[in-house]
Structures are given as structure tokens and as C-alpha cells.
């Protein structure tokens, strides 16, 4: 006869790790959107290429895959002047549609929908103000970051930095949606 009130419940012993069951142990609801969607861990770098050749460059840490980041830069981040804007709060946690919340209250914690997510100022993160790295050339570049994609603004236009090629965005979104 089992000794537990029921088979499924039993106490852990001294040293025993409970089993993983998803986010709730780390402090995060169960089933939200980054724990149902594939490939949360793939960050990206997104860069605008000066006039005088060295990149501008910011990392975004959380969905940086063409299908999510890629999309939204190629629909909404189309001139230079907009890809500044994006780029002068520092590093994003996540890319979204507009860059400056409407209210207030707009956190890491409680988000507005459709507004970018930055690290310093939506975590509240008591640091200086965030800075953009500033390379000279390219491979600087990916050895600061060293993400699994690479956004360039450059010419006008955006080129994606993926498998050791550089292709344009529109490429790229459309080879990733084979898979």
C-alpha cells in the first residue's frame, strides 16, 4: 500500500530537485507567448552603416529571428531618420512597431501593445544612459555581439547577416519561411 495520500503527489526528499514544469518556476506565468513560441534564446544585432563606413549597432535580445525581427524592421524601420530612433534608447528586449510608449505606465512588466521593449528604459535599470556600440567595420561588430543575425541598414535598405552570408532582408524572411 502506498504510504502517500496519492500516487501522482509524494514529498521531495533532502537534496531531491523538483521537475522542471515550464516558466512557472523562474516567476513567469505558464503558457505566456515566450514560452509557447520556438527559438526564444536567438538574439540579433541590429546596425546602421555611417557615412564614413563604421556601424551603429544595438542587440536585441529576445525573438531576433527573420520571421518576427526581420519582418518588422523591413515594414516599419524604411528610412534612416526612423532606424535612429530606434536605435538611440540602446539595447531592446523586444522589437515591436512603434518605438515611444503613449502613457506612462508602459514597463518590462506590462508592456504596451505594438511598443518596443528597451532594456534600460522599460527594466528600469539604474545605469548611465544606454550607449550604441560603434565599430569600425563589420567583424568588430559581430565579435562585440556575437548574435545568430545581423540587421544592416545600409544603402537604403536592409541586408540580413545569417550562416556566414549576407543577403537582402527580403531574401532572407523569405528562405526562413520555408523551414
Known amino acids: 500500500m502506498n ?3 496519492s500516487r501522482k503527489i509524494r514529498p521531495f526528499f533532502p537534496g531531491e530537485m ?3 514544469r515550464g516558466g512557472a518556476r ?4 505558464r503558457n505566456t507567448k515566450y ?3 520556438p527559438g526564444i534564446e536567438y538574439a540579433g544585432c541590429i546596425a546602421l552603416r555611417m557615412d564614413n563606413g563604421s556601424y551603429l549597432g544595438i542587440k536585441v535580445h529576445r525573438f531576433g529571428w527573420t520571421r518576427t525581427c526581420g519582418r518588422i524592421l523591413q515594414e516599419h524601420y524604411r528610412d534612416e531618420k526612423r532606424v535612429l530612433e530606434l536605435l538611440n534608447e540602446g539595447d531592446l528586449i523586444e522589437i515591436e512597431k512603434e518605438v515611444t510608449p503613449k502613457t506612462p505606465e508602459h514597463s518590462f512588466a506590462s508592456p504596451e501593445p505594438g511598443v518596443c521593449v528597451y532594456v534600460h528604459r522599460d527594466c528600469r535599470i539604474a545605469e548611465p544612459k544606454p550607449v550604441m556600440f560603434l ?8 565579435k562585440h555581439f ?3 543575425y ?4 545600409e544603402d537604403g535598405g536592409w541586408k ?3 550562416w556566414g552570408k549576407t543577403v537582402p532582408l527580403a531574401e532572407a524572411i523569405k528562405e526562413e519561411r520555408m523551414f
Do not use: M, T
Open 26 to 29: 523562474f516567476g513567469r506565468a
Open 135 to 142: 565599430a569600425r567595420e563589420f567583424d568588430e561588430l559581430k
Open 150 to 153: 545581423y540587421y544592416l541598414f
Open 160 to 162: 540580413c547577416h545569417h
Open 35 to 37: 514560452d509557447r513560441e
Open 18 to 20: 523538483p521537475r522542471y
Open 146 to 148: 556575437d548574435v545568430d
Open 3 to 5: 504510504p502517500y495520500r
